[in-house]
Nanobody, 127 residues
Framework: QVQLGESGGGSVQAGGSLRLTCTVS????????MAWFRQAPGKVREGVTS????????DYANSVKGRFAISQNDAKNTVYLQMNSLKPEDTAMYYC????????????????????WGQGTQVTVSS
């Protein structure tokens, strides 16, 4: 049974930082694509960043480039999202997603590519 669990959300002032964590079980520790998405109230779910756990290749949405960084642990069963210079527009529910295949390009920031999803963790950035 595949399980994804997110943690690390919270409230922060603009300019601050947060680190989200996603732990996955039930999928091979290599050769999978993992990503972070976010969804604000009334908006569509947006792909933020992805990582291919096999070769570490990453991709980012333009809106977060230079501010957010995705990484993984040595066991390749946990991914992190370091979020710096946070803005009020980053406020959203953040979801971890996974698919048991290498990330594809283009398309790895599309939600329909992913098979498994976490429950989400809320990030709120105040001005």
């Amino acid at each position: 049974q595949v399980q994804l669990g997110e943690s690390g959300g919270g409230s922060v002032q603009a300019g601050g930082s947060l680190r989200l964590t996603c732990t996955v079980s039930g999928i091979s520790n290599s050769g999978k694509c993992m990503a972070w998405f976010r969804q604000a109230p009334g908006k569509v779910r947006e792909g933020v960043t992805s990582i291919s756990t096999g070769d570490g290749r990453t991709d980012y949405a333009n809106s977060v480039k230079g501010r957010f960084a995705i990484s993984q642990n040595d066991a390749k069963n946990t991914v992190y999202l370091q979020m710096n210079s946070l803005k009020p527009e980053d406020t959203a529910m953040y979801y971890c997603a996974a698919v048991p295949a290498p990330c594809r390009s283009p398309g790895n920031l599309r939600s329909d590519w992913y098979t498994y999803w976490g429950q989400g963790t809320q990030v709120t950035v105040s001005s």
